[in-house]
């Protein structure tokens, strides 16, 4: 039975991509090395491991070309917040750290608060 979800994200410069994860809160996850290809992080109390691989080296582990993130949605993340000021402050950190909102901050279906987001890839 698997025991973890390893997300896998192209993005076009690893560094770049680094400074605005590590700006919104991720933690960097060294056990999985950091080059100019690649970089690991853990998110959340569970571990979730998101990896970011260069375009290329991406495009070449999945065989196929990458989806035009301008043109289509291929997938959504949802990550969780612990109350209404802490989806306040992760917006906050998207934007200073080079990211865009699509959804501001408001309440959905009575209950859901929250925002949506894309990194510096364009990644929602």
């Keep these: 039975m698997t025991s973890e979800i390893w997300i896998n994200l192209p993005v076009k410069d690893v560094n770049k991509s680094i400074a605005f994860f590590i700006q919104i809160g991720f933690k960097m996850n060294l056990d999985h090395g950091s080059s100019n290809e690649s970089a690991s992080f853990m998110v959340g109390k569970k571990g979730v491991v998101v990896m970011l691989f260069d375009e290329a080296t991406f495009s070449r582990f999945a065989g196929k070309p990458l989806s035009d993130v301008n043109r289509g949605t291929e997938v959504l993340f949802s990550i969780d917040a612990e109350c209404r000021e802490e989806v306040d402050d992760i917006a906050k950190k ?25 990194d510096i890839d364009g990644h929602r």
């Design 94 to 118: 998207v934007v200073h750290a080079g990211g865009a909102i699509y959804g501001g901050p408001t309440e959905n279906h009575g209950w859901l608060y929250g925002c949506g987001f894309t």
